[in-house]
């Protein structure tokens, strides 16, 4: 994503072993040969984002489309600083002078590539989550170029938008910034939410950006056993088609990922998918409840560690689905409490993924016994060159610089830690260990200390049946729905979403594991809240409630990626 300034246009071809040349957006330097040192700036952007695509996401989308050009405003036309200056000057454009004696905060980014994912990548083998016509349950981590109206022109049909203002390229890319914050905006409000209920956003990332050989399908060994183990079967040549010609050699990569749930990302191949299927799964053996990392906590499906036979597993119990003991909606939820197997992927793959210059692919946690190669998100550009942002469920409050003033925005990661706020949201850098903060606890139980601003105070769920989880935080709609989705028949009454059957307010839960890679990744990441408040253009205007933008949100990530870019001469 960066360049030199003599750099000269043209459309590179590159070839990857088994996929031949595909031709790369891109400039020369007119040099040979590779760089003494990988870069540590650059002036070209390349933005991905990760959406959430499940149910109850549309009017999250809609905010993010909202906001996304803070961001984009940021990075394409910084504002003029200087010496004894309080309040930045914002220039009209990007051409325009700073008045005399001030600076751009960092170089204008001379292009941008926009590019989105969705959380849907199936159920890995699982009977739920099928292949469907009206439904988007597996977009297969490849580019989405879906509006509510059709499909959105994209660059020589890569896929991905490019906003060129200097033109660049051959051909150019789009020059007109309006056009280009319109089109990304269709982009984001076109990925929808008829997508996969078993959000796996985290892995989706890993796919497009790193993944060296991200599968084809997946395939069941034994059809007629709905257990048997599945495998992976060939290589997703246009996925990595589409990664060649989106990340340039040496841009910087940013990535927005929103979601209003924890991560679900289950280990492809194997049995994992299992877990996931409609029928309950095996019940785990007792001490798993309380001590999850003892040694004798194992699946009543397996066969007992030496020394650990549990009367609770003989005849190999399941959950009874027909009784509601064992939802569909709560599979990833406290899974080796539960099951006694943990078949996430573990939160170091992602760590890793994101910011290790080598991977062990064969690896679950992409760092363990195997061959170890070059991580391709980093084979020419430095670790520093990646920035990630989380909009997840978490408290706006626990994050915020100030929560009686959000016009301050939320913290920078090293905020975050000096702060001791890592610990409150997420606990020790422990497995299992819950977080201080109440709403921060995956829970189907009401929990002790709940801080009622927070997430309306939670909620009546059954105890006996639970098929849902307590909120982390909520945030007001726009307008309110009649009859909304989570105020119909079966909600709760003390739901803090709804007044009797309309609904007010919007929710989210606990995004722990997202949240930790964001921690693993030290000053790469950046955390903001889905719940974000409404907040006004103007932080000297009050908050208004009917104008929802993730403007905090964007402003930390803009703020973060200005370190890395080219500074202004």
């Known amino acids: ?20 040349c595909n031709p790369v957006v891109g400039r020369s330097d007119g040099e040979g040969g590779a760089p003494a040192a990988l870069p540590e700036r650059s002036d070209e952007v390349d933005l991905l984002l990760v959406v959430d695509n499940s149910s109850s996401m549309a009017d999250k989308q809609t905010v993010l489309g909202k906001s996304i050009h803070r961001l984009l405003d940021t990075l394409v036309n910084p504002p003029c600083v200087g010496a004894g200056v309080v309040t930045p000057y914002q220039p009209a454009s990007r051409n325009e002078m700073c008045p005399t004696g001030e600076h751009r905060s960092f170089a204008p980014v001379r292009s941008v590539h926009l590019g989105i994912v969705s959380s849907s990548l199936g159920a890995l083998g699982a009977d739920q989550c099928p292949n469907d016509p009206n439904r988007q349950n597996n977009d297969h981590a490849q580019l989405l170029i879906r509006s509510q109206s059709g499909d959105v022109s994209t660059y020589l049909d890569y896929g991905f938008l490019v906003f060129d203002p200097d033109a660049e390229l051959s051909p150019p890319g789009e020059t007109d910034y309006d056009e280009f914050i319109s089109n990304a905006v269709e982009l984001v409000q076109g990925v929808g939410q008829t997508g996969c209920g078993y959000e796996m956003p985290l892995e989706a990332a890993y796919r497009f950006l790193v993944d060296p050989n991200p599968y084809r399908q997946i395939v069941q060994t034994d059809p007629n056993n709905p257990l048997s183990p599945t495998v992976t079967d060939g290589i997703d040549t246009d996925l990595l088609a589409e990664r060649q010609r989106f990340l340039r050699p040496d841009s910087l990569v940013g990535v927005v990922m929103l979601t209003d749930e924890n991560d679900c990302s289950v280990k492809a191949g194997g049995q994992s998918y299992s877990v996931l299927n409609t029928a309950g799964f095996f019940k785990s053996s007792s001490v798993c409840a309380t001590n999850p990392l003892d040694a004798c906590c194992y ?88 920035v990630m942002s989380g909009i997840v469920g978490v408290p706006w409050q626990t994050i915020a610089v100030d929560p009686s003033d959000p016009s301050q925005g939320f913290q920078s990661a090293t905020q975050m830690m000096d702060r001791g706020t890592w610990t409150q949201i997420l606990g020790e850098p422990a497995q299992f260990v819950d977080p201080a903060e109440p709403t921060m606890i995956e829970s189907t139980a009401k929990r002790p200390g709940v801080n009622a601003d927070y997430n309306g105070g939670d909620r009546s769920i059954d105890e006996f049946a639970p098929s849902d ?80 933008g993730y403007f905090s949100a964007m402003n930390a990530m803009g703020a973060r990626m200005a370190n890395s870019l080219t500074p202004s001469q």
């Open 1 to 20: 994503m960066m360049r030199r300034a003599s750099a000269i246009t043209l459309v590179l071809s590159v070839c990857i072993t088994g996929l031949g």
């Open 299 to 386: 699946s009543c499906g397996q066969e007992a560690p030496p020394g650990c036979a549990d009367p609770a597993c003989d005849g190999a119990p399941r959950y009874d689905t027909s009784s509601g003991e064992d939802s569909v909606n709560l599979r990833c939820f406290h899974e080796v409490q539960r099951y006694g197997v943990d078949a996430l992927y573990p939160v170091a793959r992602y760590v890793n993924a994101f910011s290790a210059s080598r991977i062990v692919p064969t690896s679950d946690d992409l760092a363990g016994e195997g061959e170890s190669i070059a991580n391709p998100l980093f084979a020419h550009r430095s670790p520093s060159l990646f």
């Open 469 to 548: 989880l307590q909120y982390a935080c909520i945030f007001p709609l726009a307008a309110p729905i009649p009859y909304g989705p989570n105020c119909g028949t079966g909600s709760a009454p003390d739901d803090p979403l709804c007044q009797g059957t309309t609904q007010l307010a919007a929710k989210a839960y606990p995004g722990l594991r997202e949240l930790a890679v964001l921690r693993g990744l030290g000053l790469q990441g950046i955390v903001g809240s889905i719940c974000e408040p409404s907040a006004s253009e103007s932080p000297t205007q009050p908050v208004d409630p009917t104008n929802a």
